[in-house]
């Protein structure tokens, strides 16, 4: 089955810096690669997700890219705000099959 | 529209025993997943079921077990409980599949065995 692997495990940024959170994955048939983001106390929630067919996606100050032959993708976050502290899961998945989570990035953006 | 809805949200019990948690997933959505978090673990899938029919399972032993309702509500069983088996369960409902679409997640049943 799949393995996703995610890096770091603990990020700690000033306010205003920028945040990178790195996965890699284990089947070439994954093509489907979200980003969800846990508060303490919440579930996880959906921020951007990216597909096999797209390289870059953007939506406002995060960002999500896809290396494909590399089979890994990131997540960046840039302008951390305190509110953006969380824990972040990556995960992917192939047609057919469930969604594999990494496990977990705790980011802690400090004022 | 009312979120994925969990129950109950936290219990004790004891090792041998056993423990059914329930889940409400959003109005329409068909699929209902169930994920076990632990720190150590992370986030590991358990199953998935979608129009009462289990579509996936995770590497897990068979004492942990899953059902879907006609009306969509899912619940799942852990029989003869064990130590290891603290964490916290959550719930995610789709309109069609986490391969396909965005899963929403319920808040979570925290379950500790002692």
């Known amino acids: 089955g799949e393995n996703v692997e995610q890096h770091p495990s603990t990020l700690s940024v000033q306010e205003g810096d920028s945040a990178v959170i790195k996965c890699t994955y284990s089947?070439?048939?994954?093509?489907?690669f979200p980003w969800y983001k846990q508060e303490l106390g919440k579930g996880p929630q959906l921020i951007i997700d990216i597909r096999s067919n797209v390289g870059e996606k953007k939506d406002q100050r995060i960002a999500v890219t896809l290396n494909k032959t590399a089979k890994h993708f990131s997540l960046h976050i840039t302008e951390t705000q305190p509110e953006d502290s969380a824990v972040y899961f990556c995960?992917?998945?192939?047609?057919?099959?469930?969604?594999?989570f990494g496990k977990g990035t705790s980011l802690l953006v400090t004022p | 529209k009312a979120g994925v809805t969990q129950t109950p949200r936290y219990l004790i019990k004891t090792r041998g025993q056993q423990v059914t948690l329930s889940c409400s997933p959003i109005s329409g959505h068909r699929s209902v997943s169930w994920y076990q978090q632990t720190p150590g673990q992370g986030l590991q899938f358990l199953f998935e079921y979608f129009s009462e029919t289990q579509r996936n399972k995770g590497n897990f032993p068979g004492r942990f077990s899953g059902r879907q309702f006609s009306n969509s509500r899912s619940e799942m069983n852990v029989s003869t409980l064990e130590l290891g088996d603290s964490a916290l369960y959550l719930c995610?409902?789709?309109?069609?599949?986490?391969?396909?679409?965005?899963?929403?997640f319920g808040e979570g049943s925290r379950l500790t065995v002692l």
């Open positions: 995960a992917a998945i192939a047609a057919g099959y469930a969604l594999n």
């Open positions: 995610a409902s789709s309109d069609r599949g986490g391969n396909t679409g965005e899963l929403f």
């Open positions: 089947d070439s048939a994954s093509n489907y």
